[in-house]
T-cell receptor, first 113, second 116 residues
């Protein structure tokens, strides 16, 4: 069973517009969430994170929103740039404090010039 | 630091053959993770080690899969015998677990395995 789900396999956005990537989770014990970005032929790299004590975290063009009651988080990229085209993975940190990350399936973002 | 180093980058093998994937974690990191990327399940955790000791191998799909970490600077993931459904990209990641858990997890470039 998938504890972290990204239901949209792909998303296409025009350059300059907003990209919104969504993620749902099932385990209410999750208290720390992360987004990773992956380019082809490279490993995933950390992008932004959020703790469950917050509902928003912003870093430049990237903002993550957390809705605990809905068990939903989203990543907003504004404005989107062609270099943002990549696979984005949502992840939850194992509540057992093991350092383990539980990932979703990923969403492929394409930003068109 | 060169980051997490995986070898080989690509591996093509015939069904039934043994495959060994290798990983060198970042020096000083005490946790090591093996993930597999598939379209259906995204990044799946196969096994992880803490201080060279396997902590959780519940993600290892079958007995055909085994992993070792003989020392702090080296780990292997072995598949014997390999099957076509094992074809995927395998990632190794390492971290030094701390309060900034997750942010400090670094991935290698992956090994693309194709079993024909």
């Amino acid at each position: 069973d998938q504890q972290v789900k990204q239901n949209s396999p792909s998303l296409s956005v025009q350059e300059g517009r907003i990209s919104i990537l969504n993620c749902d989770y099932t385990n209410s014990m999750f208290d720390y969430f992360l987004w990773y970005k992956k380019y082809p032929a490279e490993g995933p790299t950390f992008l932004i994170s959020i703790s469950s004590i917050k509902d928003k975290n912003e870093d430049g063009r990237f903002t993550v929103f957390l809705n605990k009651s809905a068990k939903h988080l989203s990543l907003h990229i504004v404005p989107s740039q062609p270099g943002d085209s990549a696979v984005y993975f949502c992840a939850a940190s194992d509540p057992g404090n093991t350092g383990k990350l539980i990932f979703g399936q990923g969403t492929t973002l394409q930003v068109k010039p | 630091d060169a980051g997490v180093i995986q070898s080989p980058r690509h591996e093509v093998t015939e069904m039934g053959q043994e495959v060994t994937l290798r990983c060198k974690p970042i020096s000083g990191h005490n946790s090591l993770f093996w993930y597999r990327q598939t379209m259906m399940r995204g990044l799946e955790l196969l096994i992880y080690f803490n201080n060279n000791v396997p902590i959780d191998d519940s993600g290892m799909p079958e007995d055909r899969f085994s992993a070792k970490m003989p020392n702090a600077s080296f780990s292997t993931l072995k598949i014997q015998p390999s099957e076509p459904r094992d074809s995927a990209v395998y990632f190794c990641a390492s971290s030094f677990w701390s309060a900034t858990v997750g942010q400090g997890t670094f991935f290698g470039q992956g090994t693309r395995l194709t079993v024909v």
